[in-house]
């Protein structure tokens, strides 16, 4: 079990694809999937698409600390993601950090 508090930091952000780009974001979004689970101080990260129209992708992402998430995005994984995808979307990356109230623990 993972254990969610105060002190970790949750991201939720979301993708817009190009019309006829969805398949190439959804494979995007993939290859950083195992390589970032891996990460140190990596709890969950987790990629869902939306179930109507248009279709968008959303990365839940939890990390145990700033300094984990900061060094996530120093990671070569990282930046090769960022720049094959920046193409490929709508509109940039959106990502809001939220802080969790009241989370079911399993």
């Known amino acids: 079990m993972t254990s969610i508090d105060s002190e970790t930091i949750t991201v939720i952000a979301t993708f817009v694809p190009k019309v006829g ?5 959804q494979s995007v979004l993939q290859e950083v999937l195992e390589p970032t689970r891996q990460e140190p101080g990596c709890l969950r990260f987790d990629l869902f698409r939306s179930a109507g129209a248009p279709m968008t992708f959303h990365l839940y992402e939890i990390f145990s600390e700033r300094a984990s998430i900061d060094a996530h995005r120093l990671t070569h994984h990282y930046q ?23 989370v079911a623990s399993h």
Not at 21 to 25: C, L, P, R, S, Y
């Open 80 to 102: 090769a993601y960022r720049a094959k995808i920046e193409p490929l979307l709508e509109t940039a990356p959106r990502a809001v950090v939220v802080s969790p109230i009241d």
């Open 21 to 25: 780009m969805e398949e190439a974001v």
